[in-house]
């Protein structure tokens, strides 16, 4: 089975191109880290967890944290917890020792109720917990679902107000991605199913986009991981998963469980693999869009804690000027890469949706060949 | 492995951030879908299919304007030739009037002068008439009054007596 893919091959070369130039650079400056690590005193590496990771308060730069709700469900005392994020005593991480390794039992029965521990909130007492707060995470999606709403009604207004007259302001920034979307991504794949499909996979589209986007902003608002988090990444993959499942066709399930067209042998072999499809390809999509965001903040952070590991940690002011003069331009560099990035992931997304999708709603023709 | 995928935070799933991304996007993915992107989309088509129809419209007018004009070409060469035809006509018609009309002098000339003529002529006659009448009563009273004068002598009234004689032999 050959399926048809309606893309074009310069831009599947071009995405190729990056993707590798993306590994490259990514291995090497892994490399290239490590080496100063083991040389140097100072170590960039919990900084940039702590920046990829979610956390219970928003942390913006030195010792301004921004407190951020905390509503928590205990599954062991079986209560509900609730509060601000600045309320918590902060446990430092060197207070823990190093040898233990699980983080529930290093402050098991230690100290009572919850405490923040590398910006999560943890039990003192090593109860499970069901975290539902605000995080940062969830404070950055909230800002961008408002950022969302706000761009796309206002636009859906100036649209009626406009209405037989020619677009303008905002209207004429966002019509044009709506129609490539529509008309090059949506449409080739889903054809006469595509305005059903269509609002869900311009939401789809945007909000990866502002997700990306509101990543690559260093301050306050932005600069959250979200689409680099693998619980988001997974949720818009499930609905992916979900809602190719739901309206797959009878071939679709014919070709999943028994695959028409080839010998039986043959088809015994196939149906675990196509199984397997059903899974990977939502799968593939969550890894794809987690690793290439995480990576690109990774890389973005390592290169400014150039900065910091050349000068170590803001000892030696000429060599900490050395570490700036080589990270950046490097950081320039990647953040425009990530720019690119940000629209690209955020098309593929969108594009391997609407690709599965027009295949598992694809009418096929048994008389041809497989 | 399983021990060690749970233990990193950065490939394991936080059941909270799991629930809130389900809220925040299923809540944009009703709204935007609704109130947004499903009039911007019909919005779109709309426009699409205003500038299609501008367009049709517009090469339609184009081409009934061509055609429009390749009639009134038409009308006009059609109404040039009525025109020559009928200014020939009324050429032909003229010259015929005027030829007919000089035939009808002509006649009408010939006619009169014939009449003319003939009046002329029965005038003449009874003025030739009137005149030999005239003459001859003035011949008459001429020789009345001559044969009253000759009378009177009687060798005179012979003479002119043989004279006549001799005449009437002539004659």
């Known amino acids: 089975m050959q399926p048809k893919i309606h893309i074009n091959s310069r831009l599947i070369r071009f995405s190729l191109l990056f993707i590798l130039v993306f590994i490259s650079t990514l291995s090497s400056f892994s490399q290239a880290e490590k080496k100063e690590v083991a040389e140097k005193k100072y170590n960039p590496t919990p900084a940039i967890l702590e920046h990829i990771a979610d956390a219970n308060d928003w942390h913006v730069m030195g010792h301004l944290h921004i407190p951020l709700p905390v509503i928590i469900y205990d599954l062991t005392a079986k209560t509900w917890e609730f509060g601000m994020s600045s309320n918590y005593p902060v446990i430092e991480e060197h207070e823990v020792s190093e040898n233990q390794i699980d983080h529930h039992s290093s402050i098991e029965n230690t100290i009572e109720g919850y405490v923040m521990k590398e910006g999560r909130i943890v039990s003192g007492e090593g109860h499970h917990l069901l975290d539902l707060s605000i995080t940062k995470n969830v404070f950055a999606m909230m800002v961008s679902a408002f950022l969302l709403l706000f761009v796309f009604l206002t636009v859906a207004k100036s649209c009626k107000a406009n209405a037989g007259k020619a677009p303008k302001g905002i209207q004429n920034l966002m019509e044009p991605i709506v129609i490539f979307m529509k008309d090059e991504v949506v449409e080739p794949n889903l054809g006469k199913h595509a305005h059903k499909f269509l609002p869900y996979l311009l939401t789809l589209f945007f909000f990866i986009l502002f997700n990306n986007l509101m990543g690559l902003i260093p301050f306050f608002p932005g600069g959250a991981n979200v689409t680099g988090n693998i619980a988001v990444t997974m949720v818009l993959a499930l609905f992916t998963l979900i809602i190719i499942n739901v309206n797959g066709n009878k071939d679709y399930w014919q070709h999943v469980f028994w695959m028409p067209g080839v010998p039986i042998p043959v088809r015994m072999i196939l149906a675990p693999i196509e199984i397997i499809g059903v899974i990977s390809k939502p799968f593939a999509l969550m890894m794809r869009l987690f690793a290439n965001i995480t990576a690109g903040h990774i890389i973005v952070l390592s290169l400014v804690s150039l900065i910091f590991v050349f000068g170590n940690a803001g000892e030696s002011l000429p060599m900490s000027g050395a570490g700036a003069a080589v990270a950046v331009p490097f950081t320039l560099f990647i953040s425009l890469i990530e720019l690119l990035v940000a629209f690209l992931q955020a098309f593929l997304f969108t594009m391997l949706t609407s690709v599965f999708l027009g295949m598992a709603m694809a009418e096929h023709h048994h008389e041809e060949a497989h | ?171």
Not at chain 2, 75 to 104: F, G, P, Q, V, Y
Not at chain 2, 122 to 139: D, F, I, S
């Open chain 2, 1 to 171: 492995m399983h021990s060690i995928l749970l233990m990193n935070p950065l490939i394991t799933p936080d059941p909270g951030l799991v629930i809130w991304t389900i809220i925040i996007f299923g809540l944009l993915v009703l709204l935007l879908g609704k109130f947004a992107f499903k009039p911007i989309v019909a919005s779109l088509a709309e426009r699409q299919d205003a500038i299609q129809t501008a367009l049709d419209s517009a090469k339609k007018a184009k081409e009934e304007m061509v055609a429009l004009q390749a009639k009134n070409e038409d009308l006009l060469k059609e109404a040039k030739e009525e025109r020559n035809k009928m200014l020939a006509e009324t050429k032909e018609l003229s010259i015929k009037i005027l030829e007919d009309s000089r035939e009808k002098a002509k006649l009408e000339y010939g006619r009169l002068i014939e009449n003319a003529r003939k009046d002329f002529q029965t005038e003449k006659t009874a003025a030739l008439m009137q005149l030999k009448n005239e003459a001859g009563k003035l011949a008459i009273e001429i020789s009345e009054q001559l044969l009253r004068k000759e009378l009177s002598d009687k060798a005179a009234q012979e003479s002119l007596v043989s004279a006549l004689v001799n005449e009437a032999k002539l004659n």
